[in-house]
């Protein structure tokens, strides 16, 4: 028999995307799963800015290209096939013609899937961990082609590329939107709050700040308190710090859905070692 060693374990999971298969993995080895998607990501309403921005990068008016997320290349790729599919060919030849700079392991493998790869590897795969890898490169002049994530501007990463030369041409190929009502949230709160949810796994940050957006921040760092705090990533890991919370359970280094699942596993089995 498949072993279950998260038999009796209750783990909260925000994720929406991916919830499905975030939730077999766990259930697999015996966890019990509790959904609650607390953000969807969504298609930017408009996609007019996202192909005048393609239309740039085909023109090579970009010399680099940083890459927040894998989400976001294939968004802009999705958005190219639903509405000017002529341009997808041009789209990714351009995109070898540029250097290309990539937070994370994510936007990395969407590259890969198109034949490319990343030249410069921010370290960490952190907003900070991409200017890091850019302060010592000359970027006097240089046209920056940014993928954001969300609509709200990297004002940090923004304010370095401008303050070093750098022309900047950002696109938002996608937004967040509530996916559960608040009342939903406050639900998930108040099983955190009675210790009835063994642990909750965020996998990304506008599920932090959407917990935090709905009840007041106290009552979420003492619900959070109560339960087991896992973090996909060290970007995660930042926005719970930035509330106060720390997250107790993180990947190494590949920060992705099944390392998640084997450090959360490792650290439930610590946990029911130690009460026993």
Known sequence: ??????????????????????????????????????????????PGPILQWVRALIRGECDDLILMTGEGLQRILDCLDRHEPALREDFVRSLDQVRRITRGPKPARALRELGLKTDIAAEPPTTEGVIASLRSQDLRGRRVGLQLYGTVPNAPLLEFLESAGAHVLPVAPYVYADAADDQAVLDLLEKLRSGEVDAIAFTSTPQVERLFAVAPEDSVISALGKTLVAAVGPVVAQSLSRHGVQARVMPEESFFLKPLTSVLESALAERRLRAS
Do not use: K, N, Q, W
């Open 1 to 46: 028999m498949e072993a279950r060693p998260l038999e009796g374990c209750t783990i909260a999971i925000p994720e929406t995307r991916a919830a499905e298969v975030f939730a077999a993995l766990l259930e697999r080895r015996g966890a019990t799963v509790l959904r609650c998607p607390l953000v969807s990501i969504r298609d930017a309403p408009d």
